[in-house]
């Protein structure tokens, strides 16, 4: 357990829905960030929050939107969902915002869009 | 932009010889380079950075990686490969100068065949 929660593992949903991944970080991280991973794009960075602001934003579509709360967990929101966004989503967390900082990953949310 | 190459899609390897994942990169500044590992089913999981210092750069689960400046690489070694070592692995870069988000290579599956 890397100690980076994410619910749910797994989600089926329908094209033109709207999903919301949900990560809690390691206690004492500060830092979020959301990572795609497919077969055909690879692991793409999307986009990251420290203590609740957007610090960087990667190829993150207009569809989704993310945020993070003041208790530090963070959300993901998928929406107009495409067969395209099928994909496991992940959750990783740093303490602070060094470049030199280890992320750590939760185990993924595994969207399917049928 | 910071990028890495890993010119291997899979590469197999006995159990009990050395084995070595490739990696090369393209920086402007000083490279932040990791490795991870990704086992089925789960998140990545860090094995080891370099940030400066040493060149050898020693890590979890007795792997190394060596970081050459002169041919921009760090591949990732391990002197006797163990069948549980089988996962895919990424190489990754700091994404530019400044940033804390990382950019992932397109990821190695390694097979150890007993």
């Known amino acids: 357990d890397s100690g980076v929660t994410q619910t749910p593992k797994h989600l089926i949903t329908a094209t033109g829905q709207r999903v919301t991944l949900r990560c809690s970080p390691r206690?004492?991280?500060?830092?979020v960030y959301w990572y795609q991973q497919s077969l055909d794009q690879g692991l793409q960075f999307l986009i990251q929050y420290y203590n609740g602001e957007e610090r960087a934003k990667g190829n993150i579509l207009e569809r989704f939107s993310a945020q993070q709360f003041p208790d530090l967990h963070s959300e993901l929101n998928l929406s107009s969902l495409e067969l395209g966004d099928s994909a496991l989503y992940f959750c990783?967390?740093?303490?602070?915002?060094?470049?030199?900082?280890?992320?750590?990953f939760g185990a993924g949310s595994r969207l399917t869009v049928l | 932009a910071q990028s890495v190459a890993q010119p291997e899609d899979q590469v197999n390897v006995a159990e009990g010889n050395p084995l070595t994942v490739k990696c090369t990169y393209s920086?402007?500044?000083?490279?932040?380079l990791f490795w991870y590992v990704q086992y089925p089913n789960r998140g990545l999981q860090f094995l080891l950075k370099y940030i400066t210092g040493d060149n050898l750069v020693k890590g979890s689960y007795g792997f190394e990686a060596e970081f050459n400046k002169s041919q921009t690489s760090f591949h990732l070694k391990k002197p006797s490969a163990l069948v549980s070592d089988s996962a895919l692995y990424f190489c990754?870069?700091?994404?530019?100068?400044?940033?804390?988000?990382?950019?992932f290579g397109t990821g190695t599956r390694l097979t150890v065949i007993p």
């Open positions: 920086v402007s500044g000083n490279p932040y």
């Open positions: 990783a967390s740093t303490v602070g915002s060094s470049g030199a900082n280890v992320l750590t």
């Open positions: 206690s004492g991280d500060l830092s």
């Open positions: 990754a870069v700091r994404d530019h100068p400044g940033a804390n988000n990382l950019f």
